[in-house]
C-alpha cells in the first residue's frame, strides 16, 4: 500500500483514483471542481482542501488538462514541489508539451524529487477498465519505483526514456492516430461515393493491409461497430478539443525538432475547422461526418 495525492480528477483522474483504491492504495485526492472531489470521496478517497495538502503523500500523481496547469501545480505557490515530502515520487500524467515536461522534472530534480512524465493511452475506457498504457519518462530508478502504482492502472507499462520520453512518445501516437481516423473517415466517404457497401468494406479492409486501430477498434462509419461512439451519435471517449491539442503539441515538437510533419499539420487544420464548427466536444471520430459533408 502506498500513500498517495491525487490532483486532477476529471474523466480520466477521477476512474484512475478508483482503481487505486481498489488495489489497496490509499488515496488523497484534490481537483478544483468541488462536485469532483466530491465523487472521489464517494469511491474512498480522502479529500485534500489544497494542491499541498494532497501533495504530502509518499507518490504524488497528477492528471490536468494541458501544460499551464501542470506547470502551475508543480511550481506555483503552495505547489507540489515545495509541499512534497524529500524523495517523493512525482508522476505528471497529463499529456502536455515536451518543454513544460522536461522543465517541471528538472525542476522537481533540483528540489530533491524523482519525477517521470506517464502520459496515458487508451481513453476513459481504458481508465475505467484499469487497461491503460502508460509511456513513461525518466531515470530507471523512479521507473521501477512507479512501477507497482502504475499497474494499478494500467495493463502496458512502458519505460520510454529520460525525461519527457514519455511525452515524445505520446505525440508521436496522437499523430499516426489522427492522421488514420482521418484517412478511414475518407475511405468510407469515397466507398458510399462509388456505391460499396461499408460493411463490406469493413470486412475485407480489417484484414487487408490498411488495418488500423482507428478502423478495426473505433471505426468512424456508423453501424460497423457497436461499441464505437460512431454508432452512438459520437459521444466523446476523447473529444476533438483534445486530438486538436494533442495536434498542436506535435506542431510545436516538430518545429522545434526541426522534423517534417506535413500530414500532421493538416490533420490539425482539419480538426480546427471541425471544432470551430462546433463539435469540439465530440468524439474525434465525428471528423468523418466534416468529411462526408453531414455537418
Ligand atoms: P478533464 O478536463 O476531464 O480533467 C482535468 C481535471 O483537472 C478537471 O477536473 C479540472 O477541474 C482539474 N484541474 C484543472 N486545473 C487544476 C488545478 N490547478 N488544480 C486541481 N485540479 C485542476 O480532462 P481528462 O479528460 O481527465 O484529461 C486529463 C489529461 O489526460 C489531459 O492532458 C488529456 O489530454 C489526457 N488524456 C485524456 C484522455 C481522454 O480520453 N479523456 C485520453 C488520454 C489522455
Redesign the pocket.
Given at each position: 500500500m502506498t500513500e498517495i495525492g491525487f490532483?486532477?480528477?476529471?474523466?480520466?483522474?477521477?476512474p484512475m483514483v478508483r482503481n487505486l483504491i481498489g488495489a489497496g492504495h490509499a488515496v488523497t485526492a484534490?481537483?478544483?471542481?468541488p462536485g469532483?472531489l466530491a465523487a472521489a470521496v464517494g469511491d474512498g478517497a480522502r479529500a485534500a482542501a489544497s494542491?499541498a495538502e494532497a501533495a504530502a503523500g509518499e507518490a504524488v500523481i497528477t492528471?490536468?488538462?494541458?501544460g499551464p496547469?501542470v506547470r502551475?501545480?508543480f511550481t506555483?505557490d503552495g505547489g507540489v514541489l515545495h509541499a512534497a515530502r524529500p524523495g517523493a515520487l512525482l508522476i505528471d500524467?497529463?499529456?502536455?508539451d515536451l518543454d513544460t515536461a522536461r522543465a517541471v522534472a528538472r525542476a522537481a530534480a533540483e528540489a530533491g524529487h524523482e519525477m517521470l512524465d506517464a502520459?496515458?493511452?487508451?481513453?476513459?475506457a481504458?481508465?475505467e477498465a484499469g487497461t491503460?498504457t502508460f509511456m513513461v519518462g525518466g531515470t530507471e530508478a523512479a521507473f521501477a519505483r512507479a512501477r507497482p502504482i502504475l499497474e494499478a492502472m494500467g495493463r502496458t507499462i512502458i519505460h520510454a526514456g529520460a525525461a519527457g520520453a514519455g511525452q515524445a512518445v505520446?505525440m508521436c501516437n496522437q499523430l499516426m492516430l489522427a492522421v488514420s481516423m482521418i484517412g478511414v473517415g475518407e475511405a468510407f466517404t469515397l466507398a458510399r461515393k462509388v456505391g460499396l457497401d461499408p460493411a463490406v468494406m469493413y470486412d475485407v479492409c480489417s484484414t487487408a493491409t490498411s488495418r488500423s486501430w482507428a478502423l478495426t477498434d473505433y471505426c468512424p462509419e456508423p453501424g460497423i461497430l457497436e461499441t464505437a461512439p460512431s454508432s452512438r451519435g459520437y459521444p466523446?471517449?476523447?473529444?476533438a478539443a483534445?486530438m486538436l491539442?494533442?495536434l498542436r503539441l506535435v506542431r510545436a515538437a516538430a518545429e522545434g525538432a526541426g522534423a517534417d510533419a506535413e500530414l500532421a499539420a493538416h490533420a490539425a487544420q482539419l480538426y480546427e475547422r471541425y471544432c470551430a464548427a462546433g463539435h469540439g466536444a465530440s468524439d474525434f471520430s465525428g471528423i468523418i461526418r466534416m468529411i462526408k459533408g453531414e455537418v
Open positions: 490532483i486532477g480528477l476529471g474523466n480520466m483522474g477521477g484534490y481537483d478544483l471542481a469532483k494542491v492528471m490536468l488538462p494541458a496547469e502551475a501545480v506555483g500524467c497529463s499529456t502536455i502520459p496515458v493511452s487508451g481513453g476513459m481504458g481508465a491503460l505520446k466523446a471517449g476523447f473529444t483534445m491539442k494533442d
